[in-house]
C-alpha cells in the first residue's frame, strides 16, 4: 500500500482499530498506524496533511460513524 490507497487503508484501519472512533485520531496517530499497516511500503515522509485527511474520511465512512 502507499499513501494514495486511501480506501484499502482505511479498510485495514477498521479491521485493526475497531475499538478506535475515526474522528478522534490525531494525525501524529493516524500517521504512525498507518506505517505500522500489514503491506503498507511508502516513504512516511510522502504523507501530508491532506492525505491524511482523505484517510480519516474514508475510514469514517467505512466505520460508519
Known amino acids: ?9 482505511a479498510m485495514a484501519l ?3 482499530h475497531q475499538d478506535v472512533d475515526p474522528q478522534q485520531v490525531r494525525f501524529t496517530d493516524l500517521h504512525r498506524w498507518v506505517m505500522e499497516l500489514e503491506g503498507f511500503d511508502d516513504d512516511p515522509n510522502r504523507s501530508s496533511e ?3 485527511e482523505a484517510i480519516q474520511a474514508a475510514w469514517i465512512e467505512d466505520a460508519d460513524y
Not at 1 to 9: F, H, P, V
Open 50 to 52: 491532506k492525505i491524511l
Open 14 to 16: 477498521t479491521d485493526k
Open 1 to 9: 500500500m502507499k499513501w494514495t490507497d486511501t480506501q484499502e487503508i
